[in-house]
């Protein structure tokens, strides 16, 4: 199947669940579970939106693997695999902040970060009414619009995107991190979206993102974009971007920061 049909359905199915998430907001968000601390919630919108998004794939190409993040991972005939956050920032849409998004990807080979090779994907905030879109060797896209990341800064002059963990141990650590950083560089964002910081920064609009302990789900879609607008996404060292690390930015930016988080013991 040709990357721009598999962008298509991508694009199509993160639209939908991202009108369902925005009708159940209106209406009352309740929080349904929580998961790995008091404060890592999952809503019922949250449930909904990912029982929509995995029954349109499988209704369209049910030969495909399925891995989202409230489900659970199917593995599929085709080696195709749907990576799915129903929604991404869920903190975010509880409290009625208009900074989330639906993120949808399809890789090829294991559903795993470090070995697969991610052929389309979209990320849908339709707060901002924005969509953005990548394909393998595509190019990346906001509402049509191609892409590019920003020009490469001094350090000194980079704003930089992060998140949290939810966990209390990582988050004392990654406090420091950012103690160490803050005085480096421009400025800190924590938007509280990570595949909104990763278009972000294919954008333009940040000059860079670092984060520890994101699931796959969460750097699916966003990775793609970010790299097809020319940044460079990546883990530790050699190692491809994952739960243990991932940071984007255009090159000489990235190999920057990177060794200062280094230095920081990110």
């Known amino acids: 199947m040709p990357h721009d049909e598999l962008l298509d359905l991508a694009r199509s199915v993160a639209t939908q669940a991202a009108e369902l998430a925005a009708r159940r907001r209106i209406e009352g968000v309740a929080v349904a579970d929580r998961k790995t601390s008091s404060v890592d919630v999952v ?17 369209a190409r049910p030969n495909d693997g399925f891995l989202g993040e409230e489900g659970e991972a199917n593995t599929g005939t085709s080696g195709l695999t749907w990576v799915v956050d129903p929604i991404d920032g869920t903190v975010n849409y509880l409290y009625g902040i208009p900074h989330y998004a ?39 896209f906001l509402n049509g619009e191609r892409l590019q990341v920003a020009e490469a800064v001094d350090l000194s002059q980079a704003l930089v995107a992060t998140g949290f963990s939810y966990l209390q141990e990582l988050r004392v650590k990654q406090g420091r991190v950012v103690a160490g950083l803050l005085p480096q560089v421009r400025d800190i964002r924590r938007m509280g979206t ?15 993102y670092y984060e520890e302990s994101l699931n796959p789900w969460d750097h699916a879609a966003g990775a793609l974009i970010a ?22 930015a255009e090159p000489a930016v990235a190999q920057k920061l990177e060794a200062v988080l280094m230095q920081l013991d990110a």
Request: charged content about 20%.
């Open 194 to 208: 990570a595949s909104l910081d990763l278009c972000m920064v294919a954008s333009g609009r940040v000059n860079a």
């Open 43 to 59: 809503t019922f919108a949250d449930r909904e939106s990912e029982e929509l998004i995995r029954s349109l794939i499988a209704a």
């Open 102 to 140: 639906i993120s949808v990807a399809v890789v090829e080979g294991d559903p795993d970060p470090s070995t697969w090779r991610a052929l389309a994907g979209a990320v849908v905030n339709l707060g901002a009414q924005e969509t953005y879109t990548a394909t393998a060797g595509g190019g990346a």
């Open 227 to 248: 790299r097809e607008a020319g940044a460079t996404v990546k883990g530790r060292g050699t190692q491809a971007e994952g739960k243990d690390f991932i940071l984007a």
